[in-house]
């Protein structure tokens, strides 16, 4: 692992019952990095993000944040990440400001009036002392992102954070992503079917089709020659569709 | 330990805030008033003083002992894992800088300290409650009664643990409730069947403070049913940990 990786991930693979999972997925994000997973549905990238994040383990391969293996040192890897991962879910009974009060517990530096200053951030602030359970799916994306961003953290995990938003909600996530990612250094993993959004958001993506990583660089050089992310991705996955066909 | 610690801390505020931890602790502190207020009635009707004042902590502890706060625990861990994991709300956890193993031990320490302050609650609200009986009140009464709730907490314990076994079988609270009141109620019958068999049900033993009043009971028997509820503890929380630690979410 090299000192600019915020993550390493190395030959994961996982097959799920059903046959889906992800096979022998390799890739290192770099810190600072807007690091885009693309793929259509069930191409394996929240399973893919719940290995990197713990809720699952990988039948092969290992990966390390920050040079903390995720299997071995989880209190390490994890100490600097914050995500969100395939549902933005929160304590229902509590008000936001609870929620992200329960967060804050796990860390022992954070500065007092951070949760103040996140729920402001995610433009909750007006919101924060009234229970989850009259939030809208916009505001419980907002409340997740919050969450997330508590600690501060230096790397910071996103299983489709536009999901269900409105237009003015998605321009909301994408310019709070931009703002931390710009002025805080932080590095994002984010993952989206929607092509137009990795566009505009990332720096760097990977395509994962069918459990595989068939494709990654950065967005300027995918882009080259005047093609559009979505003739890359059709000529990307071409092979993969082929070969399927022929078995 | 610093995550323990903060773990510990989120479980009881999440405790706290669910409603029904509100009527359950109100109904621990009412249900002596109301008996011994019923009690004193019947006394004085009937003429006769069957129970004195400092007994009454000891009636309202078999009661709280054998139901009340096994049913009680039952549904906090079935909440606290099965109810977590249908909310999706484990997950929030999961991804914090914290291990499963601590998770797992921080949700079945804050049962344990919901169990002692149950016992506190209604060990208080007894001996108060006893002042509407007839008043035989002695030190050493309300130092057996104390011994006696402190010591109820060993097989509430072990309650407790086995509670937050069987809520790692299921995704939903309602049947890790219902097979918890089934095995606790069918071991707790079993005496009657095969009474042989009672001396090895860790639930045989909720009512073991009765042992430790008096001096009818040897040190070593004491020790020795002390060292099984410990034995059955470790081995079902191993279990329920192991079960834990391998859940895919």
Redesign the interface.
């Known amino acids: 692992m090299t000192e600019q990786a915020a993550m390493t991930i190395a030959h994961i693979s996982k097959t799920y019952k059903n046959g889906r999972g992800v096979r022998d997925v390799s890739l290192s994000v770099n810190k600072g990095e807007i690091f885009g997973l693309f793929g259509p549905n069930g191409s394996g990238k929240t399973t893919l993000l719940?290995i990197m994040?713990?809720?699952?383990?990988a039948d092969e391969g290992a990966i390390h944040i920050f040079g903390h293996s995720i299997s071995e040192q989880?209190?390490?890897a994890?100490?600097k990440?914050g995500?969100v991962?395939?549902?933005a879910?929160?304590?229902?009974?509590?008000s936001g400001y609870?929620n992200l009060?329960?967060?804050s517990?796990?860390?022992?530096d954070l500065p007092s009036g951070r949760i103040e200053e996140v729920l402001e951030l995610v433009g909750l602030k007006a919101y924060g002392h009234e229970k989850v359970s009259g939030y809208s799916l916009g505001m419980k994306q907002r409340l997740a992102l919050a969450?997330a961003l508590i600690s501060n953290p230096k790397l910071i995990i996103l299983d489709e954070p536009t999901n269900g938003l409105d237009i003015e909600g998605i321009i909301s996530v994408r310019n709070v992503i931009l703002h931390l990612a710009e002025h805080q250094g932080m590095t994002f993993i984010i993952s989206s079917h929607m092509m137009s959004e990795m566009e505009l958001i990332c720096t760097r993506i990977g395509i994962l089709f069918g459990g595989q990583l068939i494709g990654q660089g950065e967005i300027g050089e995918l882009l080259e020659g005047g093609q559009t992310m979505e003739q890359y991705y059709l000529s990307a996955i071409q092979p993969f569709k082929e070969g399927a066909a022929h078995v | 330990m610093?995550?323990l610690t903060?773990?510990i801390?989120?479980e009881m505020?999440?405790w706290w805030?669910?409603?029904k931890t509100k009527w359950f602790l109100l109904a621990i502190v009412l249900l002596p008033v109301g008996f011994a207020w019923l009690i004193a009635n019947v006394q004085v009707s009937m003429g006769i003083s069957a129970i004195i004042g400092t007994d009454f902590p000891l009636i309202m502890l078999g009661l709280l002992t054998t139901i009340l706060l096994p049913l009680y625990l039952f549904m906090t861990a079935a909440d606290s894992f099965s109810g977590e994991s249908a909310?999706?709300?484990m997950?929030?956890v999961?991804?914090?800088?914290?291990?499963r193993s601590k998770i797992f031990a921080s949700k079945v320490i804050s049962l344990i300290v919901i169990a002692i302050i149950t016992l506190a609650g209604g060990w208080l609200a007894s001996l108060l409650s006893g002042l509407f009986l007839e008043n035989s009140w002695s030190l050493s009464g309300i130092w057996d009664g104390a011994a006696a709730y402190m010591v109820a907490l060993v097989p509430m314990a072990v309650v407790a643990i086995f509670a937050a076994l069987v809520a790692q079988w299921f995704q939903s609270s309602t049947t890790a409730i219902i097979l918890c009141i089934a095995i606790y109620g069918a071991l707790k019958l079993l005496p009657y069947l095969l009474p042989q068999a009672s001396v090895w049900s860790p639930f045989a033993y909720t009512d073991w403070y009765s042992m430790w009043l008096g001096n009818g009971v040897s040190f070593m028997k004491l020790f020795s049913v002390f060292v099984f509820l410990l034995s059955c503890s470790i081995i079902v929380y191993m279990a329920g940990l192991l079960q834990f630690a391998r859940r895919?979410?």
């Not at chain 1, 994040?53 to 383990?57: D, K, M, Q, S």
């Not at chain 2, 999961?94 to 291990?99: A, D, F, H, Q």
């Open positions: 719940k994040t713990g809720l699952c383990t989880f209190e390490g994890m100490a990440v995500c991962i395939e549902t879910d929160a304590y229902e009974y509590m609870a009060k329960l967060a517990r796990f860390y022992n969450a | 610093f995550s903060a773990n801390r989120n505020h999440k805030l669910h409603r909310a999706r709300t997950k929030i999961l991804v914090r800088p914290i291990t895919q979410y």
